[in-house]
């Protein structure tokens, strides 16, 4: 039985408690009456356990920790340990639907993102003038944004090195540099080649399959590369 109705025209929200109901009708209103009380600090919402929730990124309080022997992941969010803990049992239980696609992931999130592949959707267009350029990824909207502020966050923390970039990854793949780190090796049996990059990688295994992938496309021209 869900004898609270919202009275708004159209939707049909109906739940057992009068509290859901009071809560449900502040995304009609817009009413946010719970409120950060961090100095400096104007998030607001509609539900106190939200503003609980909140109140962690000001304190780095993280109650919500994983159980699995040796791991020490702890987290703000219940949501975030349930996400976590897939990564030890290997569970999930989100699979895509399109006809003959066996994708999965462990979060609806990583589900909707792959979606767009099937899609072509790409729901986050560049602001910048003159550039056309969309994506399907918030996070790949923000890496390129870059390119056009010059912004480069990532910034390497070995003394007297002044390298920075516009990409997390790129950063990793530069501290190899510094650690002599060669995560990278040649599967060939006798061979003992390693490296800090996957594309070097890439190149050096057609030296062992005699891969060409790159013809040229001058006509009549046979060579390969």
Same mark, same amino acid.
Do not use: A, W
């Given at each position: 039985e869900k004898p609270y109705a919202c009275t708004l025209p159209g939707c049909e929200y109906a739940c057992s408690q009068s509290a859901n109901l009071t809560t449900h009708m502040r995304t009609h209103t817009g009413e946010k009456p719970y409120i950060c009380t961090q100095p400096g600090c104007e998030y607001a919402c509609s539900m106190s356990a939200n503003l609980t929730t909140h109140m962690r990124t000001h304190t780095g309080e993280k109650p919500y920790i994983c159980t699995q022997p040796g791991c020490e992941y702890a987290c703000s969010m219940s949501a975030n340990l349930t996400t976590h803990m897939r990564t030890h049992t290997g569970e999930k239980p989100f699979p895509c639907m399109f006809p003959g696609c066996? !994708?999965? *992931?462990?979060?609806s999130g990583h589900l909707k993102t792959h979606k767009l592949t099937h899609t072509g959707e790409k729901p986050f267009p560049c602001t910048f003038?003159?550039?056309g350029k969309a994506f399907s990824q918030?996070?790949?909207?923000?890496?390129?944004?870059? &390119?056009?502020t010059g912004e480069k966050p990532y910034s390497c923390t070995k003394p007297g090195c002044e390298y920075a970039c516009s990409v997390s990854a790129s950063l990793k793949v530069h501290m190899r540099a510094h650690t002599g780190e060669k995560p990278y090796s040649? &599967?060939?049996?006798? *061979?003992? !080649?390693a490296c800090s990059v996957s594309a070097s990688l890439k190149v050096h295994m057609r030296a062992h399959t005699g891969e060409k992938p790159f013809p040229c496309e001058h006509e009549g021209c046979d060579a390969a590369f």
């Open positions: 066996e !994708y999965v *992931c462990t979060t003038p003159g550039c918030s996070q790949s909207l923000k890496v390129h944004m870059r &390119t056009h040649c &599967t060939k049996p006798g *061979c003992e !080649y």
